[in-house]
């Protein structure tokens, strides 16, 4: 029960982050709207008390509320520009606005009419107010629990404790009910937006998982990746089939298709709603995580995913794997620098013989001066031999351990003259080292040697 009100309250998330210029006109709108009709009704009023009564108070503050209301309409009207600049002022705006209502009206009713039944009025204008402000639900939350705190003071002031038992509940229920009215419209308005989505994202599924296609996948991950704030961290996983081709001819395409119908939805379990999922190829899946991350967490995702792939079955078939290459970036990389990385990092974990994961991290990049000879080997020994070799035409960088060091080779391939390899004194295989170069365009340009065999 709480997973599905979290769920839902991550899709109404996810549904006013994605809208939230047409959230805040909406609510904007309905404040224009809701001053107008607060001036007809102190109109209607006031020319009733007229008809009916004599009560000169009771005209005079009809006649400053009416001036009042029409006051905020027109400042509402005239500065809209002003207002519609910022989602914060239009919030504060509508809530301020909202509570002076509620007490305004509280208090003419107290003054003018029935004190007894104050808090019946109090229930319904928020049920009423509620209908007509869409938000975040924590923010609706500590509104209503505010405004409900100070109508109860008031009343214990203008009643005596004595006198505020039943209201006390009223007030609980009015809370309660003011909540629930929010929590459903705004239901309604994510129901309705993501059945407008669907219709609208046919053209942008892959019609086998129902993930987006390659075209709509990058244009997300870019726009996200590109402009997301300095700082926010993202991993960009490239996720790969393993020896799929087989899976085809031991089992038909049929079976093939099945299982990547399956994998499809065990991507969209085990990611979140805000995250976005691609299929981009035959056997190849992206996902960009977006904020809210950590290295666990990506780590955490790897391995189920791996899991649960492995232990899936389509009639006979079974024992399937991937392969996954992760980026992970808080230092602002671009969509392209961070699909390099995931890339690099996905031949990796291939060249490691597949079924694994293999998760690289951004690094800042010093644009060089020169060009970069990269050494990769534990012993420090063979950087003074290789720099008087070469002398000062260069910039030397050292990497000790294998993955940090085909991570650097990434981060910097476009200036990168020379590698040198101690493929004996890193701590991977010599094989994967082999199979990893011979498997990445970047080493057909960069001359690659062994440390060992050109100084010892």
């Not at 000169?56 to 809209?80: C, D, N």
């Not at 046919?202 to 700082?231: H, V």
């Not at 910039?395 to 101690?422: C, P, W």
Request: negative net charge; aromatic residues 14%.
């Amino acid at each position: 029960m709480l997973g599905k009100l979290y769920d839902r309250y991550e899709e109404t998330t996810v549904y006013l982050e994605k809208n939230k210029d047409a959230v805040r006109t909406f609510n904007y709108l309905q404040l224009k709207n809701l001053c107008r009709a607060y001036a007809h009704l102190c109109g209607s009023v006031l020319f009733l008390s007229f008809l009916f009564e004599r009560h000169f108070q009771l005209r005079s503050w009809m006649l400053i509320e009416l001036g009042f209301a029409w006051g905020l309409f027109y400042l509402f009207k005239h500065a809209e520009d002003w207002f519609q600049k910022s989602h914060a002022r239009v919030r504060c705006a509508c809530l301020g606005v909202h509570a002076l209502l509620v007490f305004v009206s509280i208090l003419q009713h107290g003054m003018f009419f029935f004190r007894d039944n104050m808090s019946f009025l109090f229930l319904a204008l928020n049920i009423f107010l509620s209908a007509s402000y869409v938000d975040d639900m924590i923010v609706v939350a500590v509104y209503r629990f505010v405004v409900a705190q100070v109508y109860l003071v008031v009343e214990i002031i203008l009643r005596g404790l004595e006198q505020t038992g039943w209201d006390f509940v009223i007030i609980i229920v009015s809370f309660v009910l003011s909540i629930y009215v929010s929590w459903m419209l705004l239901g309604v308005r994510t129901e309705q937006s993501q059945e407008t989505s669907m219709f609208k994202d046919k053209g942008s599924r892959d019609l086998l998982t129902g993930l987006y296609n390659k075209l709509t996948f990058e244009e997300m991950a870019k726009n996200y990746i590109n402009n997301r704030n300095n700082g926010e961290p993202c991993a960009f996983l490239i996720i790969d089939f393993d020896n799929f081709k087989s899976v085809n001819d031991n089992y038909g395409h049929l079976v093939g298709d099945q299982i990547l119908k399956k994998f499809g939805e065990i991507l969209s379990k085990n990611f979140r709603i805000k995250d976005h999922i691609g299929r981009v190829g035959g056997d190849e899946f992206m996902v960009v995580m977006t904020d809210d991350i950590s290295d666990e967490y990506v780590r955490e995702r790897c391995e189920i995913i791996q899991h649960e792939l492995n232990v899936a079955r389509i009639g006979q078939a079974g024992g399937f794997s991937c392969s996954i290459g992760v980026a992970y970036d808080n230092l602002g990389f671009t969509f392209e620098q961070l699909y390099m990385l995931a890339d690099d990092a996905l031949y990796e974990a291939k060249a490691r013989g597949k079924k694994q994961y293999v998760k690289w991290d951004s690094k800042e990049i010093h644009i060089p001066e020169k060009k970069i000879i990269f050494l990769a080997s534990a012993d420090g020994r063979y950087m003074t031999e290789i720099q008087k070799a070469c002398g000062d035409r260069y910039i030397y960088m050292q990497e000790r351990h294998g993955t940090e060091a085909l991570n650097g080779i990434s981060l910097y391939q476009k200036y990168i003259d020379t590698v040198f390899f101690d493929y004996d004194g890193l701590d991977m295989d010599s094989a994967i080292l082999h199979k990893y170069i011979n498997s990445r365009p970047i080493f057909a340009k960069v001359p690659v040697h062994d440390v060992k065999a050109e100084f010892s």
